[in-house]
């Protein structure tokens, strides 16, 4: 692995199980993740967009093993990190971290913020009380907070002061990688924008590197440095956020650029006509599953998925038209 890699992803697979119908329910299987690969390189934003239920943070939780995946590689430093057991993932999760959506809902409501902050730092034993109030103070102000908010509870504070508890909790242990799932999207748009500044500024002062899920194309091109694009469980497109976003190759790429909102409406492009309904995960289609809503779909689209296919050296995409 090339030491400019931080991680690699390779053919992530998870599948889940659901029972329907009533009173006889019969077991499904859901292709949440199915065959994923990426690379995350140091210090670099890389971009997971899909609609709501494509796998993006489903993806997000199995490199964190928060979610165990049912087949694939996860290599942190070269070292696949799936087959390690707890005591040594414990360890690991230093060096990895999660920003979840609600900031709310991921802090204890009955917990005080200082409460919440030392929690971690004592678990794995990082200092007297001393020394853990001074790690505390420092990453308070790394992240805008003044030291009364130890004192407070999570209800007293606005959603984009929250967040940046939640990003404080995140730095706690130094990490390497924070994976970001939708941080932004529950805040208001000046918020936003505050909260995407903090987070480039912790990544020069940290040397972090980001998996960031989104869905909101306009956060991503400003954010991130390469993009990949999912639907239903896999990659369809990914490389440099210029090129990806300037020459989108794969039809569903194109079709989210066409319906993102632009300002200026001389300069919205013109809409791309998707027919039907995104396919369900427990049913998948033959073929390409974007086959049945694509554009320029051809016979063997119905019939085979794409293999994949590196374009240039910052592009790659899974479609038939360039093979």
């Not at 440095?225 to 020459?247: K, P, T």
């Amino acid at each position: 692995m090339s030491s400019d890699i931080l991680l690699r992803v390779e053919g992530l697979r998870k599948f889940f199980t659901v029972k329907r119908g009533f009173p006889n329910p019969v077991k499904l299987t859901v292709k949440a993740v199915d065959d994923v690969s990426f690379e995350v390189r140091r210090r670099e934003s890389f971009g997971l967009v899909g609609e709501s239920g494509c796998g993006k943070s489903t993806v997000g939780r199995s490199v964190l093993r928060l979610v165990e995946p049912d087949a694939g590689q996860i290599l942190l430093h070269g070292q696949d990190i799936l087959p390690l057991d707890r005591s040594h993932m414990q360890d690991l999760r230093q060096k990895m971290q999660i920003i979840f959506q609600d900031p709310y809902s991921s802090l204890n409501p009955r917990r005080k913020i200082g409460q919440t902050l030392a929690e971690p730092l004592r678990v794995h034993r990082m200092g007297t009380g001393g020394e853990i109030r001074a790690i505390i103070d420092r990453i308070l102000d790394d992240v805008g907070l003044s030291p009364e908010t130890l004192d407070k509870f999570p209800h007293e504070f606005s959603g984009g002061q929250r967040q940046r508890i939640a990003i404080a909790r995140a730095l706690i242990f130094r990490p390497e990688l924070i994976i970001a799932d939708e941080p932004v999207s529950a805040l208001d748009v000046s918020i936003q924008s505050q909260i995407l500044l903090l987070f480039e500024k912790l990544q020069a002062e940290y040397d972090l590197s980001y998996i960031f899920v989104a869905h909101d194309l306009a956060v991503v091109r400003y954010f991130c440095h390469r993009v990949a694009i999912m639907y239903l469980g896999r990659i369809v497109e990914q490389g440099d956020r210029n090129r990806l976003f300037e020459e989108p190759r794969h039809p569903y790429t194109r079709a989210l650029l066409a319906a993102s909102p632009i300002p200026d409406p001389r300069a919205r492009r013109r809409m791309a006509q998707l027919e039907g309904e995104v396919a369900s995960a427990i049913n998948t289609p033959e073929g390409c599953y974007f086959h049945p809503r694509c554009p320029e779909c051809r016979e063997i689209c119905r019939r085979e998925y794409p293999p994949w296919h590196w374009i240039a050296a910052d592009q790659g995409v899974a479609c038939h038209l360039y093979v």
